[in-house]
């Protein structure tokens, strides 16, 4: 079982830490940051596996209530185990427990009461599993009742998202435990829909890696990305089953969607970054990442466009995520759901909070939706900001 502790006193993480290890929890196992931004941060570079989160609910530092209204919004992530840390009072209860909240312990917290909670909510989530429809069924229901029927139409008025077209005439794939996949040269892309799979990848500049995938991760990304991979095995953790796309389909999809090259480069790079071997690691293209409220999106595009950076900037809000893509520079495309060009822009200048992504890489084909110069961009952007009336919505609030 994998667990977050966050607090903002390292000396109470580390209490913390030390009744999990009495209780029976490896120290591997155990994940600490001391704000909410940061929790998220550590999510992302772990890709969400975790089982549960133990949070310090009423610490305006760790901003406990928004990290948990940002987990349950966000569907897959809402079987990690939420315990909320906080003051006997019936009213902090409520509200942690009304945004999502697993368990709700007061402090002075019990250790034994703590162990407890986090074994119930390991039973939950091992009988949620055995609720679950098996991998091996849902395959034969793929295989044999939809394998010959045409791809369901988009809805009306949804946008043609990259990850939807991508999910758009996929072929499942099942693996019974223990099963060997090899992937070839030029093989197909795949993602986890249910199960884990060990990982092992050779790449073509020498290095190699061995890691640990789960539902919703990619398999063979690498090479979308521009990074040559020269073989890739993986053995299935227990029953498995995949999605997949030949490759050919992918770069087609890749071709009007930049932001996946970008996205599955950026994939590629973090797990170089965690899984290469001490000594044996390979130089690495270091992107820029953090928070909106500490560098504004004016002042954040001004710095890639004065560096002449290459690559798309994701902006998460819980509401949106927006992309704008830059070439030297040189923004040349926005995007935000289903919406493209230069208002999708001058909406981003206004977002007040957030997290930034900046995932680097060679130039590449994509659209074109901004016609004027970034500067020019900038200087609008800002007129219309000082423009709007003060009592105006955020575009949070909007």
């Known amino acids: 079982m994998r667990i977050l502790v966050i607090d903002k006193l390292a000396s109470f993480r580390k209490r913390l830490r030390g009744w999990l290890e009495e209780g029976g929890h490896a120290r591997d196992n155990m994940l600490e940051a001391s704000t909410g931004s940061a929790a998220l941060e550590t999510l992302r570079q772990e890709e969400f596996q975790v089982d549960a989160i133990l949070c310090e609910w009423e610490q305006q530092t760790v901003c406990a209530l928004d990290l948990l209204k940002q987990l349950r919004s966000v569907p897959g992530f809402t079987h990690i185990g939420f315990v909320a840390v906080g003051p006997p009072t019936p009213e902090a209860e409520r509200q942690a427990r009304t945004a999502g909240a697993t368990a709700y312990l007061t402090q002075p917290l019990d250790p034994e009461v703590l162990l407890q909670t986090l074994v119930a909510i390991e039973k939950s989530a091992l009988e949620a599993r055995k609720r679950m429809a098996s991998p091996t069924t849902r395959w034969r229901i793929l295989a044999n009742d939809q394998r010959d029927r045409p791809a369901a139409p988009p809805a009306q008025g949804v946008h043609q998202t990259a990850e939807a077209e991508l999910r758009r005439g996929a072929r499942s794939v099942y693996l019974a435990p223990g099963h060997e996949l090899r992937v070839p040269a030029g093989g ?61 389909d992918v770069d087609r999809i890749r071709k009007a969607h930049a932001v996946l090259f970008y996205g599955f480069r950026n994939t590629a790079n973090d797990r170089a970054r965690k899984f290469q071997k001490q000594g044996e690691q390979k130089p690495l293209e270091k992107g820029l990442a953090g928070e909106i409220e500490s560098l504004p999106v004016g002042d954040l595009i001004g710095i890639l466009h004065g560096a002449r950076k290459t690559g798309v900037l994701r902006i998460q809000t819980p509401e949106r995520s927006w992309y704008l893509q830059f070439t030297n520079g040189t923004l040349c495309h926005a995007e935000c759901d289903g919406e493209v060009g230069e208002e999708v822009f001058y909406a981003c200048l206004l977002i007040p909070r957030g997290h930034f992504e900046f995932m680097i890489g060679p130039s590449v084909d994509g659209p074109v939706t901004i016609g004027r110069e970034t500067p020019a961009l900038l200087l609008e952007g800002l007129k219309r900001r000082a423009e709007r009336p003060s009592g105006a919505p955020s575009v949070r609030e909007q």
């Not at 795949?190 to 991760?217: A, H, T």
């Open 188 to 248: 197909p892309l795949y993602w986890i829909e249910n199960g884990q799979l060990n990982v092992v990848e050779s790449r073509q500049d020498g290095s190699r890696l061995e890691y640990r995938i789960g539902p919703g991760q990619f398999l063979n990304e690498a090479p979308f990305g521009g990074i040559p991979v020269s073989s890739l095995s993986a053995i299935a953790d227990g029953e498995v089953w995949l999605s997949c796309r030949d490759a050919a």
